[in-house]
């Protein structure tokens, strides 16, 4: 087979999110406690200035929720999977729902992240109510474990459509035990993608789609967060939202 030129040999860099501003600086907030970033790993934070009546405004940031050196042992490949509305005309169809409602042609849906350790991720977003609409799933084919999210939107708003996956490749054998434990049966790979595309089926056509956060919390900490913008919320800030996120459950 011809081997592809270096040049094409694409790692991922960056991927670019449009948020409504009622998500902007919670999802801040969601890096740094969920994702576990650090003020070091925020690379910019560009401002509007003020002018007139309007504040000044936080217009983009970026944060690094990950850094990899490259080794041997590590192989990292770079995917973009493509998934097209299949069901006939008549049928529901949550594809075609994302892309019809927001009037696009094309919607990143999920973007995966790989973690060395999913069932420690899985336990510390969880433990911050963090939903996920599927259990872990193991692929049989591809010696991987993954989970997905709610998706990223606000109560009172349609669903945005986007998610993330979180996912390990080569588990060992313990996490894989404890996965299959949890599930009571294997996963196999038409399964996940068949187990994820019909729990976004059963929730697109029930109307209730599972958003990242429970709503009655994304409104506690829009609440606490008020009209501050990103660079107004302190480590002490993000450590009593982070306590809201943890008692959650019990309010
Ligand atoms: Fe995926």
């Known amino acids: 087979m011809k081997k592809k030129p270096e040049f094409m040999n694409f790692a991922v860099d ?11 600086t919670v ?6 406690i969920v ?31 990950g850094q990899w050196k490259s080794t041997e042992k590590s192989e990292l490949s770079t995917i973009i999977a493509v998934v097209q509305p299949s069901e006939p005309k008549d049928e529901p169809s949550h594809v075609r729902q994302m892309l019809d409602s927001h009037n696009q042609a094309a919607h990143w849906q999920h973007i995966a ?17 963090v939903q996920f609409v599927t259990p872990i799933l193991k692929d049989e084919h591809e010696n991987l474990i993954q989970v997905f999210s709610g998706e990223w939107y606000f109560p ?8 993330f996956e979180f996912l390990q490749r080569d588990p060992s054998d313990d996490a894989v035990a404890e996965v299959q434990k949890a599930n009571k ?18 929730e697109y056509q029930s109307g209730k789609v599972v958003p990242f956060l429970p709503e009655k919390l ?29 008692d959650f459950p019990k309010t």
């Open 14 to 24: 960056h991927m670019t999110l449009l948020l409504h501003p009622k998500l902007y």
């Open 185 to 202: 049966q294997t996963w196999f790979r038409d399964e996940t993608f068949m187990g994820l595309y019909f729990e976004k089926e059963r």
């Open 156 to 163: 009172g708003i349609r669903s945005s459509g986007l998610f």
């Open 113 to 129: 992240l790989r973690t060395p350790d999913l069932l420690a991720f899985h336990k510390h977003a969880a433990e911050r109510s």
């Open 35 to 65: 994702f576990g970033t650090t003020p070091e790993d925020l690379l910019y934070e560009k401002r509007r200035p003020a002018k007139g009546a309007d504040p000044e405004t936080s217009m983009t940031f970026a944060t690094r929720i």
């Open 27 to 32: 999802a801040y907030a969601l890096f740094r």
């Open 218 to 246: 994304f409104g506690m900490i829009t609440n606490f967060i008020g009209t501050k913008q990103v660079w107004d919320l302190t480590e002490s800030d993000l450590g009593k939202i982070e306590q809201m996120m943890l």
